[in-house]
Each structure stands twice: as structure tokens, then as C-alpha cells.
Nanobody, 118 residues
Framework: QVQLVESGGGLVQAGGSLRLSCAAS????????MGWYRQAPGKQRELVAS??????NYADSVKGRFTISRDNAKNTVYLQMNSLKPEDTAVYYC?????????????WGQGTQVTVSS
């Protein structure tokens, strides 16, 4: 089993920055996918960014503004969010896919609110 504990959300003005952290308990390997999703009111949950041992993937809407990173020794994934916009307002969820997912599972954090005021 894996538990994910998120921190770092909050209220920020447009143009500001926030850093989200997600610490995972349990066995996480460098090949496992760690990422962040978000869900705004009335919208579907969407991928923001994901990271493996040799790749990073970003949604087009956050490219150049957000940076995902991970510390494998701490089983922690981070999301540095710069130049925040009101449309970034959402609940952000940490996600871990332990590969293969069908055997080792996929896990979600409880979510952290990010609110960007104009």
C-alpha cells in the first residue's frame, strides 16, 4: 500500500508562485510514474505533469510555467508553479502509478486547493 501526503497549496495572486509537495510512503521505484493532476469546478480531472526516471511530461497549458521534479531518496514529487493564472485554480492531486499498475497499483493523494486571484 502507498499513502500520499500533499502540501503547499494556498491562495496566491496572479503572477505569483507556489510549490506543491507530495510525500509517498511505501515502495516507490524510480521507474514508477509520479505526477500531478488537477480538477477545477465543473471540469474533468486533467493531467498537469508527470515524471519518470528519464522523462517529464507537461500539459500544454502549463509548459514553460510549471516544473515537476522528484527526490527518489525521499519518495517525494514536487510541482513548482510560476506565473500562476486564475485558470490554474483547482484542486491538485498527487498521483503515483507503480508499474505495472495492474499488479502494483495506482494511488491518489487527498488533494490540495490552489486558488489564484486576479
Amino acid at each position: 500500500q502507498v499513502q500520499l501526503v500533499e502540501s503547499g497549496g494556498g491562495l496566491v495572486q496572479a503572477g505569483g508562485s507556489l510549490r506543491l509537495s507530495c510525500a509517498a510512503s511505501g515502495s516507490i521505484f524510480s521507474m514508477d510514474v509520479m505526477g500531478w493532476y488537477r480538477q477545477a469546478p465543473g471540469k474533468q480531472r486533467e493531467l498537469v505533469a508527470s515524471i519518470t526516471s528519464n522523462s517529464r511530461n507537461y500539459a500544454d497549458s502549463v509548459k514553460g510555467r510549471f516544473t515537476i521534479s522528484r527526490d527518489n531518496a525521499k519518495n517525494t514529487v514536487y510541482l513548482q508553479m510560476n506565473s500562476l493564472k486564475p485558470e490554474d485554480t483547482a484542486v491538485y492531486y498527487c498521483n503515483v502509478k507503480r508499474l505495472p499498475v495492474g499488479v502494483r497499483g495506482e494511488y491518489w493523494g487527498q488533494g490540495t486547493q490552489v486558488t489564484v486571484s486576479s
